[in-house]
């Protein structure tokens, strides 16, 4: 997996919306007043949803006099969870999970398709704007492995074919639906086969 790059071009400046200024409120009434710089992971959520799903430095700097913590723990706290992007992402971003209950399914197959339809490295955007992919570690849902992430929904049980698909209409800015590529309904067994009497899964 490839270390964070922080972006180039960052804005001078950050503040949050009216939106979420009403948000951060929200949030900060669920921790004690003395404890207020827990907030920190919300709230660095907030300005990655604000700003086109990336959080520039000023941002964190911002959040950090919000909070009053000092800048450096909120930057430690960007920089550690691939959560958190740090360099703009496609409108589309995909997250592939290659970690060993994955990669063991597939998931260098699915890297593949993305450095061939996407961009060649990851964290680049795709040569129309709309894509980028990276890869991450597990995202929970191993049962279901192999697996990826676009922007918040889960497309898991792929294989080479339905990866195709899914990436070629996403390219189109046609993204397809999320959810088991095997037809499966949450975690439930594919289907039942009836053995010598017997339901087996
Ligand atoms: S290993 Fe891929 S979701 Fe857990």
Known sequence: MS???V?????KDFTF?????????????????KNKKSAVMPFLYLAQKQNDNW???AAMKYIANYLSMPYI???????????????PVGRHFIQVCTT?????????????LC???????ENEISKNGSCSWMEVECLGACVSAPMIQINDDYYEDLDEKSTKEI??????????????????????????KLINGENHA
């Open 7 to 11: 972006h180039d071009n960052q804005p």
């Open 115 to 121: 450095k061939e339809k996407i961009a060649s490295k």
């Open 3 to 5: 270390l964070k790059k």
């Open 73 to 87: 723990s909120v930057y430690e706290v960007a920089t550690f969870y691939t959560m958190y992007n740090l360099a």
């Open 167 to 192: 990436l070629d209409s996403l390219i189109k800015d046609k993204p397809l639906k999320p959810g088991s590529y095997r037809g499966r309904k949450n975690t439930s067994p594919e289907k039942k």
């Open 55 to 57: 959080i520039p430095l």
């Open 100 to 112: 060993t209950p994955c990669l063991i399914r597939g998931a260098d197959k699915i890297v593949q």
């Open 17 to 33: 919306s009216n939106e979420n200024l009403k948000k951060a409120e929200e949030i900060l009434k669920r921790y004690p007043k």
